[in-house]
């Protein structure tokens, strides 16, 4: 019953990103690997381009065959599952094995269960943490790979901890070191209990702010979401069509605006969406609201999107840097 029960949860895993038919890969990524082959063509017998260092930038253009994953060595059975990304590093434009890749961003969260045999990359690592009753903290943190006992798996499997005696909120691995302190408002409030309700069905409404630290006066701009479309009964279930999530800008009139509908659409049209926020403040430290959104896209299975503003392109507010999947409901 054990084998079976670890067998079914990690081709669960498997089976949403194999189902993905616009799966998130970000702008920025940092190789996990030793050293990693950059090849002309998306398959493993492709014509070396460069050979890429553990710990290297790369920027992504493009998936091969809308982000299948493949089996790097199908003679293998051991051999990973991933897709083949196009990216450009150090002057050089070629095919990678994603398997052996991160974001340059990565949201992950303490306890979380790692299905791979890979490192932890090569990155800074912060927690955030309740500093007091009304703010957050960013800390530097060391994170590490542990056995933990599952009762309901009755085995051992590999979870990521911190050197923090303190629960934190969620990690945040960064290529670039992150500003410590303050950095958002919430402390010890849950969001449900603080401003009422962070769903955002058809007809909710939130605002997100990256508040103001003891002695800070500054004015800053806060974003509303809003979550648009129509909630109808069709049979016995509901159905919501033309579901839109919208980001405004207050500070201008009229408010500006940037679809994030792209982001929490679900696989299947017929599901209706489920996004929440889940935190919001000002990781980067650059006055402007950061924040992690919660989406169920798939049937089985939903995932945490941290959005961060300075990493926004032209036109936008917000941009989607990282996401962690969570397996299950």
């Known amino acids: 019953m054990k084998q079976f029960l670890l067998l079914a949860f990690g081709l669960l895993c498997a089976l949403q990103l194999l189902a993905q038919s616009t ?42 065959n809308n982000g299948e994953y493949m089996q790097a060595d199908t003679t293998d059975p051991e051999s990973p ?4 990304l196009k990216v450009k590093a150090n002057g050089k434009t070629g095919w990678v094995f994603g398997s052996y890749l991160t974001a340059a961003i990565g949201l992950f969260y303490e306890n979380s269960y790692a299905f791979d045999n890979q490192g932890l990359p090569p990155v800074f690592w912060y927690g955030v943490y309740v500093r007091d009753s009304f703010s957050d903290e960013i800390r530097k943190i060391t994170a590490r790979k542990e056995e933990e006992y599952n009762e309901l798996y009755d085995a051992k ?8 005696k303190d629960p934190s909120k969620f990690l945040i691995a960064s290529v670039q070191p992150l500003e410590l302190g303050y950095c958002g408002q919430l402390g010890v409030y849950e969001l449900r209990d603080y401003f009422g309700s962070s769903s955002l ?16 006066t500054l004015i800053k701009p ?31 009139e009229p408010a500006t605006q940037q679809d994030l509908t792209s982001w929490v659409r679900p696989e299947d049209q017929e599901f209706g969406p489920s996004v929440d926020v889940l935190w919001f403040g000002d990781l980067d430290h650059d006055n402007k609201p950061d924040m992690i959104l919660q989406d169920c896209p798939y049937e089985v299975g939903c995932r945490a999107s941290l959005f ?22």
Not at 58 to 63: L, S, Y
Not at 157 to 164: E, I, P, R, S
Not at 201 to 216: L, R, V
């Open 23 to 64: 799966p998130f890969f970000p702008d920025e990524m940092v190789v996990t690997a030793t050293t990693l082959n950059m090849r002309d063509a998306p398959d493993k017998n492709g014509k070396k381009v460069a050979s890429l260092t553990q710990g290297t930038i790369v920027q992504f253009i493009e998936a091969w």
């Open 81 to 84: 599952y991933a897709p083949w």
């Open 157 to 164: 499997l590999t979870v990521l901890k911190t050197n923090q």
């Open 201 to 216: 069905g058809p007809g909710g409404q939130f605002s997100i702010y990256p508040g103001n630290d003891m002695n800070d």
């Open 222 to 252: 806060s974003y509303g979401l809003a979550g648009t479309g129509c909630a109808i009964l069709d049979g016995s279930y509901v159905t919501v069509r033309d579901y839109k999530l919208i980001l405004m800008d207050y500070s201008t």
């Open 308 to 329: 961060l503003s300075s990493k926004a392109k032209k036109g936008e507010f917000l941009r989607k840097v990282s996401e962690h999947f969570w397996p299950g409901d």
